[in-house]
Nanobody, 124 residues
Framework: VQLQASGGGLVQAGGSLRLSCAAS????????MGWFRQAPGKEREFVSA????????YYADSVKGRFIISRNNAKNTLDLQMNTLKPEDTAVYYC??????????????????WGQGTLVTVSS
């Protein structure tokens, strides 16, 4: 699976952005999908994930209630709607595909394929 993330940019605190991840060369619908982010000088961290069917979603506590993950298996796309953005959300955001079990769905090493990343900058 090849993944291409897009939608990043510069936004003021309190604003919104929608990230997208387009998948190709694989059976997108058979993979669980995740979003991770990495801020300057920090380790990559889990943001959100969605099971292959779209029936189960997962969020980091820091984004719960502000971000919404969704997928369209017919279009091979993954989205992350980010609302009420904060300066601490500034990071490069990566989409990833894998087949993690529930207990590992928040772990980056459970994902096989990664997109190139898209930069989100939230100004205060």
């Amino acid at each position: 699976v090849q993944l291409q993330a897009s939608g990043g940019g510069l936004v003021q605190a309190g604003g919104s952005l929608r990230l997208s991840c387009a998948a190709s060369r694989g059976t997108f619908s058979s993979y669980s999908m995740g979003w991770f982010r990495q801020a300057p000088g920090k380790e990559r961290e889990f943001v959100s994930a969605i099971k292959w069917s779209g029936g189960s979603t997962y969020y980091a506590d820091s984004v719960k209630g502000r971000f919404i993950i969704s997928r369209n298996n017919a279009k091979n796309t993954l989205d992350l709607q980010m609302n009420t953005l904060k300066p601490e959300d500034t990071a490069v955001y990566y989409c990833a595909a894998g087949r993690p079990i529930t207990s590992t769905i928040k772990q980056s090493n459970a994902y096989y394929y990664w997109g190139q990343g898209t930069l989100v900058t939230v100004s205060s």
